[in-house]
């Protein structure tokens, strides 16, 4: 949850129906914290947050209901009875009362507590600090992309790819939207969107992430699954995008943007809200940098910028990986990426090597060395051979049998750490060739430190029984020192 910095919840103490004592006027923030950004010639936030009131109030009436949950799903969203009753109690149907619950969640007018939730400080503040109110809305804002649902069936062809790099186009698509000032017919922002999506090859980065949307929290989880398996390869698109898919993809961000309240949209056109222009403006900096230049984070750690990094679709990725070795010698940054990569985050070492494929030759003979860690082996064996073939590398051609278990376990420890629990399964099952007890023979003899946390969650969470007790079988014996 987003919380403001410094900001405690506040517990006042005053009884329903009588007046608040005076609130002491608190100190005023320092540059760059705390209050936000009124752009010269817009409505403030006594003018907008009225508007973010309205359209989240079903999202303020489903906290107030629930108050103090025991239980809530791993997700933090609400169990079935829940669900149903807060239906019945606010008359809304139950997907309504869940779709309010989600936005809850998001704005922080909820928070996730012990296995249950509770009402977020946000709440407390909703009626009375406009400015918690607009900066609730901007967390909408910014998750978007999960309020436009794609169907799952078009998660696996040309769409997913496109929606992925469609993302990484929002924000000159909002920047448009925003000089324009008013409505703009779908197929001017179509062409907008063909414009961008059309890229040189040039401009697409070898390896994996390239022209591939990620699913999940964890990126690189499924480039380990494909690595460890062999005969999965990423989704690319040779060809120019077909109108048609170009126009099925601005119609989902056009839903998303419309569903947090930030575009409007009528007869075949679309303009921003007032909502919308106030977000552009208040994160102009932030969105101008994304799309086209860095980020901000070439005088941070490699540490902090793999961190920041975890969060970002490739392409924004892989301009922050090239602005930060420019910014330092090549060989520092090597060496830089090299040590974070010998922590014990496996995501942020998938990162790291990311972030390495940008050095390119320079790095080799740092990598080559690289080799004789068993923690970077796996990682830099694909590295070396992908430097060699850019064309691509088929993974079972360069990792042994062992490395390859090493390297799933890694890669199954960064979606425990990171990601939803339920995806090991599938890692499970794009990994084991239909064979998952070998599978775990092999994981457990990987000498990876975290191989029986693996698969001891893998036996908490698959569907197949005999899967889950040959995991929990293969997690005893590395407990127990067995063959």
Do not use: N
Not at 1 to 23: E, H, I, K, S, Y
Not at 111 to 120: F, H, K, M, S, T
Not at 275 to 296: D, F, N, P, S
Request: charged fraction near 20%; aromatic fraction near 4%.
């Amino acid at each position: 949850m987003t919380r403001l910095p410094g900001t405690t919840r506040r517990v006042d103490g005053t009884q329903p129906g009588r007046p608040a004592a005076p609130r002491r006027r608190p100190p005023k923030p320092a540059p760059g914290r705390g209050r936000l950004p009124v752009p010269e010639g817009f409505p403030g936030p006594a003018e907008l947050a009225p508007l973010a009131r309205r359209m989240l109030t079903d999202a303020v009436r489903i906290a107030r209901w629930a108050g103090e949950l025991e239980a809530v799903d791993k997700r933090g969203e609400l169990l079935p009875d829940d669900a149903r009753a807060a239906g019945r109690a606010l008359a809304m149907t139950v997907g309504a009362a869940a779709k309010a619950w989600g936005q809850a969640l998001l704005v922080g007018l909820v928070e996730p507590r012990d296995g249950g939730a509770a009402p977020g400080w946000r709440l407390h503040a909703w009626e009375h600090d406009d400015e918690a109110v607009l900066r609730g809305w901007s967390a909408l804002f910014d998750a978007w992309t999960l309020l436009a649902p794609v169907p799952p069936a078009a998660l696996r062809g040309v769409f997913a790819v496109l929606a992925g790099q469609a993302v990484d186009q929002a924000p000159q698509l909002l920047s448009f939207l925003h000089l324009v000032d008013g409505p703009v017919a779908e197929s001017e922002l179509m062409e907008l969107l063909r414009r961008g999506l059309g890229a040189p090859p040039g401009h697409q980065a070898h390896g994996a992430g390239a022209g591939f949307v990620s699913l999940s929290p964890v990126p690189h989880a499924a480039s380990a699954v494909s690595a460890v398996r062999g005969t999965c390869r990423e989704p690319q698109i040779d060809t120019p995008p077909a109108p048609s898919d170009i126009a099925a993809v601005l119609d989902w961000m056009l839903d998303g943007l419309t569903a947090v309240g930030a575009v409007v949209r009528a007869d075949a056109a679309a303009e921003l809200s007032s909502l919308g222009h106030w977000a552009v403006r208040a994160k102009l900096e932030e969105i101008c940098t994304v799309a086209q230049t860095a980020a901000g984070h070439i005088e941070q750690s490699a540490l902090e910028l793999l961190d920041a990094c975890a969060h970002y679709s490739p392409g924004p990725a892989r301009a922050e990986y090239r602005a930060w070795v420019a910014a330092r010698p090549v060989d520092r940054a090597v060496h830089e990426l090299l040590e974070a990569a010998r922590g014990e985050d496996a995501l942020l070492r998938g990162l790291a090597f990311e972030a390495l494929r940008v050095a390119g030759g320079t790095a080799e003979q740092a990598v080559r060395a690289a080799v004789d860690e068993p923690v970077l082996r796996p990682y830099a064996l694909l590295w070396l051979a992908e430097q060699l073939d850019e064309d691509g590398v088929v993974p079972s051609d360069v990792l042994s049998a062992e490395d390859a278990a090493w390297l799933w376990v890694d890669t199954a420890a960064a979606v425990l750490d990171h990601g939803e629990v339920e995806l090991l399964v599938g890692h499970v099952e794009g990994a084991s060739a239909g064979d998952p007890v070998r599978l775990f023979a092999r994981a457990r003899q990987s000498g990876h430190a975290r191989a029986a946390s693996v698969l001891t969650a893998v036996a908490g969470v698959h569907p197949d029984a005999a899967v889950a007790r040959a995991a929990r079988r293969s997690a005893f014996s590395v407990h127990h020192g067995g063959a």
